[in-house]
Each structure stands twice: as structure tokens, then as C-alpha cells.
């Protein structure tokens, strides 16, 4: 749980167009506001990742997503994957912004099964962007410490301890039930 005092700063910080770490399922992830273009293009620029292979968005409740994508399936049907660790390519809606979404239509979400990132986001009343927090193609963060020898103060480190998951989450098309990551 986050305390009080740290959110203000966490918000702070988002505002600004800063970029934080936050435990995850498997990893601590790198994250900001998906809506900030700076903070986005500073959240590459330190993972050294293209901007056209697009990033997914977490989110601790369905309405922070509804902004993102052109609709959502049937309750029902989300239930099967959500909360969890899958991420669903969905088709990206008019507000999605293209430095989220990269060269792809659809736009990559997850509603969190971490309960400290889903507490941060409904804290934040936003999903927020998640990846792994390293460079593209090293060995993500697995703890607060490694966050901060890795970034310093380049980021906006938040305590936590990570999930129990070995692995990232699957990501999954929603409309061919095609798998792009096991």
C-alpha cells in the first residue's frame, strides 16, 4: 500500500511528466501517464525501445481503460482473463494516443491481478503505461533496490514487492485469439 504522502508525490511526479517503477505481476515495470507525449518519449528514451512497437497500459478497474479502446467485450467474456495476466490487444479508440499504440490499430491493456499496482491506479483514478523496467532486452527489475541502482534519479521508484509470476503476461488478440507472447 502506498502511503498518502507518497501519492501526492506520485502524482506530482506523473504530472510533471516524470516516469516511476511499481511492482507488477513479475516484474517491477517502468510507467507513466499514457496521455503525457513527453513522459512517454522519456520512458523510451531510458529503455532505449522504438516507439512503433507500441506499449500496453495497466489499469486497476475496466472504466480507466474505456478511454483507450473502441469498446470492450462482454463482462462475461473479460472474466475469463481479468483481473490476470493477460494482456488483450483490443482496437484502439479515436483517444488512444499513437505513441501509445506505436505502428499497431489496436492497443495493448491488462486489468491487474498485482494488488499494489491495481491500488495505484485506482489511487490514480488512471491506468498507467507498463513495461518492464529495464533496458530493451536485458533482465527486468525484480526490486525496489535494483530499480534505483539501474535509474537513480532519473525515475520515481515506489516500494513493493513483485507477484509470484515467472514470466510477462500473455498477450493475447482479443478478436483472432491469436498469442504474441506465451
Known sequence: MIPASLLGRVRRHLRAGGV??????????????????????????????????G?????????????????????????????????LLLNASRFAPKWITGKHG??????????DAAKLCNSLNMALVSTSANVSGMKPAKT??????????????????????KTPSTIMDMETGKIFRP
Open 20 to 53: 516511476i517503477a511499481y511492482a507488477t505481476e513479475s516484474c517491477y515495470g517502468l510507467g507513466c501517464d499514457p496521455g503525457n507525449y513527453a513522459a512517454v518519449r522519456l520512458l523510451l528514451k531510458i529503455k532505449r525501445r522504438r516507439q512503433s512497437r
Open 55 to 87: 506499449l500496453i497500459l495497466v489499469a486497476g478497474r475496466l472504466n480507466q481503460l474505456k478511454r483507450h479502446v473502441a469498446s470492450l467485450p462482454k463482462r462475461d467474456d473479460l472474466r475469463k482473463f481479468w483481473p490476470g495476466p493477460y494482456t
Open 106 to 115: 489496436k492497443i495493448a491493456v491488462r486489468l491487474t491481478a498485482h494488488p
Open 144 to 165: 525496489y533496490r535494483d530499480c534505483i541502482s539501474r535509474f537513480g534519479n532519473r525515475i520515481l521508484t515506489i516500494p513493493g514487492k513483485i507477484g509470484k509470476r
